[in-house]
């Protein structure tokens, strides 16, 4: 049991007890903070899979050899508007590599759709006719930093959401439908 939790404190005769039944509590050691994605305990991956002709899973180092965009956005929250510069690889870059699958026909690719996944089973979808530059060509990005600082994990940034509904945080893997 940690005891040394800060703001937890114990009423006197709870701590006579705890001290009977379990003898002194072990002394209390700072816990080591972990920032940025280097100390990440799991590796940082994001796995390309659906409708693609070559499903891959990228490091984080792979995506950082990338050419690096920087996005500023500015979205609302319940505590009002927030303002973040994201820079990371272009979604369209990893989509493109990725190759994906059409059916025949004129235009089909435009049928694409992108789930993005969070590792808490968030799930988003973007239209492929948002990233194609000959359509809207927005720089939807996976970010793996946020003002200038490395995230803790990997989050996709969709520029012009209002509310960034479609961001998402830890994300794991994209899927092409």
């Keep these: 049991m940690r005891l040394c939790q800060p703001g937890w404190r114990l009423p006197v005769g709870a701590a006579a007890v705890l001290l009977a039944l379990l003898g002194p509590p072990a002394p209390c050691r700072a816990q080591p903070v972990q920032a940025g994605l280097a100390a990440a305990a799991v590796p940082i991956e994001l ?5 693609v002709e070559q499903p891959r899973t990228l490091a984080l180092a792979d995506l950082q050899a990338l050419p690096p965009v920087v996005v500023e956005v500015t979205y609302a929250t319940a505590r ?15 989509l493109t590599a990725a190759a994906p699958v059409d059916e025949p026909g004129r235009n089909t690719h435009l049928r694409h759709t992108l789930l993005a996944h969070g590792k808490d089973g968030y799930a988003v979808a973007v239209a492929i006719g948002e990233l194609d530059p000959h359509m809207e060509g927005k720089q939807v990005i996976v970010a793996y930093a946020q003002d200038g600082k490395p995230l803790p994990s990997l989050r996709l940034v969709v520029p012009g959401d209002s509310h960034a509904g479609r961001s998402v945080r830890d994300l794991v893997s994209i899927e092409v439908r």
Excluded at 47 to 51: F, K, L, P, Y
Excluded at 80 to 94: E, I, R
């Design 47 to 51: 796995a390309i899979s659906g409708r």
């Design 80 to 94: 009002g508007p927030q303002a973040a510069t994201y820079t990371g690889a272009l979604l369209w870059s990893l």
